[in-house]
């Protein structure tokens, strides 16, 4: 496992009817993984073959000890001179988590962007965000074996989620 993406969605009570049906049905098409001891045995994989000076992944920010959720920089594969500030959840399944997007119900941030706006990211990263379709792309082209997790929760403390091991995100190159 090189990298882990999560997207996390608070809903409301209107919305969060629908969405609760969808994720259930998304749930019930994926098998579950058991994160923990797949994260464990690439912290060993990783130190044991090179030690991690400039982290490329949230889980590589787990295995170097920073356990506690928030923002941290990254440096993803394939893109030695760039760095990036990303939400890494550190807690959900064993940590590890890239969060790509943070929706909540309150809606500080307005979510009906333009394409351009998904492609680069926007909001602010200890609220609400998208951290961009280009950002994921990138991570992901340079880590092939990663996990996508839906988290959803309601105001009335219901949660549920799926994970997919298998999905594609690709750059749009528009001429």
Not at 8 to 25: D, Q, V
Not at 26 to 52: D, G, N
Not at 84 to 92: A, G, L, M
């Amino acid at each position: 496992m090189s990298s882990s993406v999560l997207i996390t969605y608070y809903t409301g009570s209107s919305l969060h009817r629908n969405h609760w049906k969808y994720a259930k049905l998304v749930y019930i098409l994926f098998t579950l993984l058991l994160a923990t001891s797949l994260q464990l045995a690439y912290c060993e994989e990783r130190l044991k073959t090179k030690t991690i000076c400039r982290p490329t992944s949230c889980l590589d920010l787990l295995c170097l000890g920073h356990n506690e959720t928030g923002v941290y920089t990254i440096y993803p594969t394939g893109h030695a001179d760039s760095s990036i500030d990303v939400f890494c959840d550190q807690e959900t399944d064993g940590g590890g988590w890239t969060v790509m997007l943070q929706r909540s119900l309150y809606g500080w941030v307005d979510f009906f962007k333009r394409w351009d706006d998904y492609k680069l990211g926007f909001g602010y990263l200890s609220e609400e965000f998208c951290l961009g379709n280009d950002s994921l792309a990138a991570d992901l082209q340079a880590n092939t074996n990663s996990e996508l997790t839906f988290n959803l929760y309601s105001t009335t403390n219901k949660q549920d989620y799926a994970k997919c091991s298998s999905f594609n995100v690709e750059v749009m190159n528009c001429h």
